[in-house]
């Protein structure tokens, strides 16, 4: 029997519809609506009370007016009584219109959490899931504050039906997603996570979104997940296919659900407990196995679910990075997909492979398949899959293979789709610049992707050729000549003329010699171009003429001549006119020397970060960077009480860096790996060698913050990414060479531990260094990290304090006033306590001091001082000796734009030293 | 996370619309003309997926969409998400419906919207999936039409 019969339903409802449909133009479509809504708004506002059958038909017409894409600002009302109907359909109807039209922040929410309370107390599982849904649905702060509290205990009461444990568990995760801090699982955490084991598949399929996304916030908390998440995804994949019944799909025992355990799993590092390990490994050998088997079914749908969950598979062993002969084995699964008939497959391959492109132990593999993909980029038909294409192209170039992909790429341009031009031709020049061994190559390279897509060569990208042929002398004749000759052709790319004026008034005199390209010729070349070019580009070109003059005096009459013509010294653009009136006088009164010196060549332009890569950056979002680099981070640091690890060639450019070899053989390495970064311990040395260059500002910035720029001057760019866990901490350090030019010799030294980072980093490049760090006591001296580097010949040195500092091992406590002032009172020694009054810094704005306070990393306690100007927080210290509980009160003074800050702990010294670092805070 | 789930016809009339995010009515009409214009434009037996559009968050988001005849599915996905496994998710809700409505046709998602955002609600809920199983779904369909029926019923009677 079909669910739903279609006889029944509303007819008033399906005559409005129908009239709608029938309408002939959009005018007649608004004007029926229009005369609906007076209708209905009358309905609503009329003195007979509508039964509540009506009131659904209504809110129906009213949805439908809303899917076409009219405003509805009326009925909101009407909804809400709905909710607590007890008749099924008309509370139905009531929840389905708020959770389309109502927004989180309506100020309906409060009469709505009230009807919603009700249904959950209802015992009737079908209420209670339409309130679930609806709390779901809107997912405001306020109703958070209502049911965070009320919905685990729905979620793992045992007598809790099926159906509403699933919804309960993606309400919990809604509300987790929206107010993290309102949701504490604290005593729920080890029930949650074994609902993973329960009976009923629906229940473990909503559970394990919840527990995976809690996962990735808290990922001690729920490390029992792993094993758990092991055995279920063993008994998957080894069962049958009809042992699963309905969870089976099209001959695939429970695709959806392995899938998501796979990705489970890919939040945490391989298990460390070998008899888990193994079933894993069993279990991803299977997949990977069952792959080769013949399908069981024709469908696409059956093959679909297979390669789902072995995509799933194949992304787990890329995350794990260990095991070679599954890497290996991935990787040829992938190779194979790669020339698949099916173009899902085709561009999940491709995909993957980029990630697996940037993993060290594959780089090499996937190179193997550059035909294969040069193949894709010309012949696929979707350019879906063509723009994976190039993405992979770009993973996957190296020095060994620039020239290629470069070459590919541009032949691929003179026909890509416009829609993913600009961002090809953005890549192409980073490559071009990036492993460019001879620069005429380079030069040719960018003037070839003006010529072919001139179009979408963005200013950065011209404005950077310019930048590097006046910085290198040895390609300047070459890049005259070059931009000679593509001047030659009939119709020329205004970015060319840019481009051409630019560099032979800078240096057309290297290639004057040749009467093919005698300075006169050079000129009237570049003139020919003169009348169809815009403002900007004419304005460059004047330039151009004058700077001839000074190089070629036989050119000066034929140039002032040109200056002088009505069309430039009367021109009705102003800055045109100006330029033509200054030139020509300058050209006019000015001796030769004067001449030389106001026209002498460009000088070497400042180095900075390559423009072109940070446009990239832009363009691809700030997600994109920081994913890979994330990964980058997660192959390096694979020890926790380890040091520093090397560096690799990081972000945007995705490329695996092959460690040099040689970084150990200079002896840069400083002395033995000391346990961790404990700071008190042997930071005598260097602090003696570098205490004047120490830089504070930086340091005091990250207090209350664990990512942004440490250090920025011309040359570097140093950022910083942290995170830390109970005593553990993990810093990320990226080394961006703002310059072109490679610093050699790069070292850096920690006070306590360093391995070496990568020695070498190019000219706009970046490099990453890992440093793990483990607090064993306190401490309050931070520490020193030692910078050491060639810029073009010069030895820079520089110290930085490393921002780690005690606070950062904060594990929040939360707690009520009654227990507040109870610990208060036991932290009474006066060595416990440490106070400071000090003068405002900043605007005493009441929601940036919480959000200091948070950042400081402990709990920031509500409603516990009598005083509701007042911030009291709470927190533990953890370190590897002892955790020493800390309390703080900060009392705003907004008159005398003063505070006081009062710290007590069990620690003396800890208490001073928070208060030290807090009291430039504020 | 799945962001938001659109059908439309191949004139692009939307015919049911489900964000999991907010967005202003405006920007949501916006993102289906938008989707729209992306997917029709497409040949056919060609990839599913592409890059979501700019007003969805670009290149962060997927497009996974399935065409039925005059319909279009699309699911717009972060990157958690399998995309296969999204295409399967699309295949057992459409299957769901054939179920629902006997041989379902663009009119019935039009005349019985509310049944269609009822048995999405069964599937996917604040944009995590909750049940795959298509005859736990239908069961639970089934359960409310015969509510819903009992009151009409009972609706009839009274006014009698």
């Given at each position: 029997m079909p669910a739903v019969s279609k006889g029944d339903g509303m007819r008033g409802l399906a005559v409005f519809i129908s009239d709608i449909r029938n309408c002939k133009s959009k005018e007649a479509e608004i004007k029926r609506i229009n005369k609906e809504l007076a209708n209905i708004r009358s309905k609503f506002k009329g003195d007979k009370a509508l039964d509540g059958y009506s009131k659904k038909k209504y809110v129906c017409k009213l949805l439908f007016i809303f899917l076409l894409g009219h405003d509805i600002d009326f009925g909101h009302m009407e909804a809400v009584n709905l909710l607590s109907s007890n008749k099924y359909t008309e509370k139905q109807i009531g929840y389905l219109f708020i959770s389309v039209l109502v927004n989180s922040n309506s100020e309906l929410i409060r009469l709505i959490n009230n009807a919603i309370k009700n249904d959950l107390s209802s015992r009737n599982p079908t209420f209670m899931c339409l309130a679930l849904h609806c709390?779901?649905?809107?997912?405001?702060?306020?109703?958070?504050?209502?049911?965070?509290?009320?919905?685990?205990?729905?979620?793992?009461?045992?007598?809790?039906?099926?159906?509403?444990k699933q919804s309960a568990a993606l309400c919990l995760l809604r509300l987790y997603k929206t107010s993290p801090d309102l949701v504490l699982m604290g005593e729920w955490t080890s029930r949650v996570v074994h609902l993973l084991n329960d009976q009923h598949m629906g229940v473990v399929t909503a559970a394990i979104s919840l527990i995976t996304c809690l996962s990735q916030k808290n990922p001690d908390e729920f490390k029992t997940c792993v094993s758990l998440a092991v055995s279920r995804l063993s008994r998957i994949v080894s069962s049958a296919s009809t042992?699963?019944?309905?969870?089976?799909?099209?001959?695939?025992?429970?695709?959806?659900?392995?899938?998501?355990?796979?990705?489970?799993?890919?939040?945490?590092?391989?298990?460390?407990?070998?008899?888990?390990?193994?079933?894993?490994?069993?279990?991803?050998?299977?997949?990977?196995?069952?792959?080769?088997?013949?399908?069981?079914?024709?469908?696409?749908?059956h093959s679909n679910a297979k390669n789902a969950i072995l995509f799933e598979a194949i992304s787990l062993i890329i995350h794990y990075d260990s095991e070679p002969n599954l890497l290996v084995r991935a990787c040829n699964q992938l190779g194979q997909f790669l020339q698949h008939r099916e173009t899902n497959l085709r561009y999940l391959a491709l995909e993957s492979m980029c990630t697996l492109a940037s993993s060290e132990f594959s780089h090499e593999a996937v190179k193997t398949h550059i035909e294969t993909v040069i193949n894709a980029l010309k012949t696929e038909r979707d350019v879906s899959v063509r723009q994976r294409a190039a993405d992979l192209l770009y993973a996957m170039c190296d020095r060994s293979n620039a020239k290629q992909i470069v070459a590919e790429m541009l032949s691929y341009l003179e026909t890509a789709d416009y829609s993913i031009r600009e961002e090809m031709v953005l890549k192409v020049a980073i490559l071009a610049e990036k492993y460019a061994v001879d620069y005429s190559w380079y030069v040719d390279t960018i003037l070839n992707l003006i010529r072919i897509a001139g179009d979408y060569v963005s200013e950065e990208v011209w404005y950077r050729v310019i930048q590097i042929v006046i910085n290198r002398d040895d390609v300047q004749g070459y890049a005259a000549k070059t931009?000679?000759?593509?001047?030659?052709?009939?119709?020329?790319?205004?970015?060319?003329?840019?481009?051409?004026?630019?560099?032979?008034?800078?240096?057309?005199?290297?290639?004057?010699?040749?009467?093919?390209?005698?300075?006169?010729?050079?000129?009237?070349?570049?003139?020919?171009?003169?009348?169809?070019?815009?403002?900007?580009?004419?304005?460059?070109?004047?330039s151009a003429y004058i700077k001839f003059i000074n190089l070629f005096p036989e050119t000066k009459s034929t140039i002032q001549e040109v200056l002088r013509s009505d069309s430039q010294i009367r021109n009705s653009d102003v800055e045109l006119q100006q330029r033509?009136?200054?030139?020509?006088?300058?050209?006019?009164?000015?001796?030769?020397?004067?001449?030389?010196?106001?026209?002498?060549?460009?000088?070497?332009?400042?180095?900075?970060?390559?423009?072109?890569?940070?446009?990239?950056?832009?363009?691809?979002?700030?997600?994109?960077?920081?994913?890979?680099?994330?990964?980058?981070?997660?192959?390096?640091?694979?020890?926790?009480?380890?040091?520093?690890?090397?560096?690799?060639?990081?972000?945007?450019?995705?490329?695996?860096?092959?460690?040099?070899?040689?970084?150990?053989?200079?002896?840069?390495?400083?002395?033995?790996?000391?346990?961790?970064?404990?700071?008190s311990a042997g930071s005598l040395l260097v602090d003696v060698f570098s205490e004047a260059g120490v830089n504070d500002d930086g340091f005091?910035?990250?207090?209350?913050?664990?990512?942004?720029?440490?250090?920025?001057?011309?040359?570097?760019?140093?950022?910083?990414?942290?995170?830390?866990?109970?005593?553990?901490?993990?810093?990320?350090?990226?080394?961006?060479?703002?310059?072109?030019?490679?610093?050699?010799?790069?070292?850096?030294?920690?006070?306590?531990?360093?391995?070496?980072?990568?020695?070498?980093?190019?000219?706009?490049?970046?490099?990453?260094?890992?440093?793990?760090?483990?607090?064993?006591?306190?401490?309050?001296?931070?520490?020193?990290?030692?910078?050491?580097?060639?810029?073009?010949?010069?030895?820079q040195n520089l110290t930085l304090k490393l921002p780690v500092t005690i606070n950062k091992f904060f594990q929040p406590t939360e707690m009520a006033s009654h227990d507040f002032f109870q610990r208060w009172k036991q932290l009474s020694l006066p060595q416990q306590e440490a106070q400071k009054i000090f003068k405002a810094n900043h605007a005493m704005d009441t929601e940036v001091l919480k959000a200091k306070l948070l950042g400081l990393g402990m709990a920031l306690l509500e409603n516990v001082d009598p005083n509701p100007e007042n911030f009291v927080c709470a927190g533990v210290i953890q370190t590897k000796a002892q955790q020493v509980g800390s309390l703080l009160r900060l009392e705003p003074n907004a008159q005398a734009q003063m505070y006081r800050l009062t710290v007590r702990s069990s620690k003396d010294t800890v208490s001073k030293r928070l208060c030290e670092l807090l009291a430039e805070q504020f | 996370m799945i962001k938001a789930i659109l059908i439309f016809n191949n004139h692009g009339k939307p015919r049911l619309s489900k964000f999991y995010e907010h967005y202003t009515e405006d920007t949501e009409q916006q993102i289906i003309?938008?989707?729209?214009?992306?997917?029709?434009?497409?040949?056919?037996n060609i990839c599913n997926f592409l890059e979501g559009g700019l007003l969805i968050g670009g290149s962060e988001n997927k497009l996974i969409y399935r065409h039925y005849a005059t319909l279009y599915f699309v699911f717009c996905v972060d990157s958690s998400e399998s995309e296969?496994?999204?295409?399967?998710?699309?295949?057992?809700?459409?299957?769901?419906?054939?179920?629902?409505?006997?041989?379902?046709?663009?009119?019935?998602?039009?005349?019985?919207?509310?049944?269609?955002?009822?048995?999405?609600?069964?599937?996917?809920?604040?944009?995590?999936?909750?049940?795959?199983?298509m005859s736990e779904i239908i069961t639970q369909a089934e359960a409310h039409n015969k509510m819903e029926k009992s009151e009409v019923r009972a609706a009839l009677l009274r006014s009698d």
């Open positions: 709390i779901a649905n809107v997912g405001s702060r306020e109703m958070a504050e209502a049911f965070a509290g009320e919905i685990p205990r729905i979620l793992v009461a045992g007598d809790t039906m099926d159906s509403v042992d699963l019944q309905d969870y089976t799909y099209y001959f695939v025992p429970a695709p959806w659900l392995s899938c998501k355990l796979l990705r489970l799993l890919q939040c945490y590092p391989p298990p460390e407990d070998g008899a888990v390990k193994g079933r894993l490994v069993e279990c991803l050998e299977t997949i990977l196995n069952k792959a080769q088997e013949p399908p069981k079914s024709k469908k696409v749908q931009v000679f000759e593509a001047l030659q052709a009939p119709a020329c790319h205004e970015n060319m003329v840019k481009v051409g004026g630019y560099i032979l008034g800078e240096f057309g005199n290297l290639i004057a010699g040749d009467p093919r390209s005698s300075p006169l010729v050079q000129f009237n070349l570049l003139h020919s171009k003169f009348h169809l070019c815009s403002v900007p580009t004419r304005a460059l070109l004047l033509a009136v200054e030139y020509l006088k300058l050209s006019s009164i000015a001796s030769t020397d004067v001449l030389a010196t106001v026209l002498e060549e460009m000088p070497p332009f400042p180095e900075r970060e390559s423009s072109i890569l940070a446009k990239l950056k832009k363009k691809k979002g700030p997600g994109a960077v920081s994913v890979n680099e994330l990964e980058e981070g997660k192959r390096e640091g694979g020890e926790l009480n380890g040091g520093g690890e090397r560096g690799g060639d990081s972000s945007t450019s995705a490329v695996g860096s092959t460690p040099s070899p040689s970084a150990d053989l200079l002896g840069l390495r400083a002395g033995p790996p000391v346990t961790a970064a404990a700071p005091l910035r990250f207090v209350c913050k664990n990512n942004g720029v440490l250090f920025e001057n011309q040359l570097l760019q140093i950022g910083i990414k942290s995170e830390y866990r109970q005593n553990l901490g993990r810093m990320y350090l990226f080394y961006g060479n703002k310059t072109s030019v490679q610093f050699v010799t790069f070292t850096t030294t920690l006070n306590v531990q360093a391995k070496p980072v990568e020695p070498l980093i190019e000219g706009g490049a970046q490099v990453q260094q890992v440093i793990n760090i483990e607090c064993l006591t306190d401490f309050s001296d931070a520490p020193l990290l030692n910078i050491k580097f060639r810029y073009g010949g010069a030895l | 003309r938008e989707t729209f214009h992306l997917v029709s434009k497409r040949d056919e296969l496994g999204i295409l399967d998710l699309i295949q057992v809700f459409v299957e769901t419906l054939d179920k629902c409505f006997e041989n379902v046709c663009e009119l019935d998602l039009i005349f019985h919207m509310d049944k269609v955002h009822n048995i999405l609600a069964e599937m996917v809920m604040g944009g995590m999936v909750l049940e795959t199983n």
